[in-house]
């Protein structure tokens, strides 16, 4: 398989009891690219992402990261497979007993490869990436903004170094100013970082701001897998619905 390939899905089936959420799905994402996930409520766009990260196993097909397959060898290589991506799930999903600092330390504590003193100093470093102070890492998330939350999740995201980035509406609830911001940090990053990002969305403003292709789930679904540009020439009924507010503005 290519080497730049970061995500191939082959063939995926995703099933819930009698209901088929997802039926032959393939898409390949490369190296560097940002890709967006968009699709009709209920469309089955965070299934796919959990099946991406491990959290789902299809009932039929594959998923390929870094070219291997996402459950071939032991537990430990698994493991080391997965600490190669970092997620942002909807709303941040931060733990609410921890504060900032033991939030983002979380993940390098379980690699259970670093002393304290080391931890500490990469959770400052985390929190400076992000654009956060400090004395925020004391805060509980009880706290912080939305905004700040979903930074501070972001920073967790990345506190391994992933080479993929996955975010789950990352937007989602953010005012204008505090979306605006978050959609400029992601794309600083992306370049400063050079990582391969995956979002799913339901903004149009998000998706125009950020993505270098449109992964559209549809029909159960990717029927198109391309540049924004050429996702709007597209004659199909999702398609034409998701881009009509882009449409009248334009």
Avoid: C, W
């Avoid at 560097?32 to 409520?41: E, K």
């Avoid at 400063?192 to 449109?214: C, F, K, W």
């Avoid at 679904?221 to 999702?238: G, N, Q, Y």
Wanted: proline share 4%; aromatic share 6%; net charge neutral.
């Amino acid at each position: 398989m290519n080497p730049k390939k970061v995500v191939a899905l082959r063939g995926l089936i995703s099933r819930f009891g009698d209901n088929l959420v997802l039926n032959g799905v393939d898409l390949d994402i490369m190296a560097d690219d940002i890709v967006a996930l968009v699709g009709g409520s209920g469309s089955g766009k965070t299934t796919l992402l959990r099946h991406i990260i491990g959290l789902h196993r299809p009932a039929a097909g594959e998923v390929f990261l870094f070219g291997e397959p996402l459950f071939a060898g032991n537990y430990l290589e698994q493991q080391v497979r997965r600490r190669r991506f970092g997620v942002l799930f909807q709303q941040g999903a931060l733990f609410s007993a921890f504060n900032v600092r033991d939030n983002i330390a979380f993940p390098l504590r379980e690699l259970k490869a670093l002393e304290e003193e080391e931890i500490q100093a990469l959770v400052a470093y985390k929190l400076a990436m992000v654009e956060l102070e400090p004395e925020h890492a004391l805060l509980m998330p009880a706290q912080l903004s939305g905004g700040m939350s979903r930074r501070v999740a972001l920073a967790r995201a990345l506190a391994l170094e992933p080479e993929l980035l996955l975010l789950d509406e990352p937007t989602a609830g953010l005012d204008p100013d505090r979306s605006t911001s978050f959609v400029a940090l992601v794309r600083r990053l992306h370049r400063q970082l050079g990582i391969t990002v995956v979002l799913v969305t339901h903004d149009v403003s998000t998706l125009l701001a950020l993505a270098g292709r449109v992964a559209v789930l549809a029909d159960r679904r990717i029927v198109s897998a391309v540049s924004l540009e050429e996702t709007m020439k597209l004659d199909h009924p999702f398609i034409q619905s998701f881009f009509q507010l882009f449409s009248k503005r334009g």
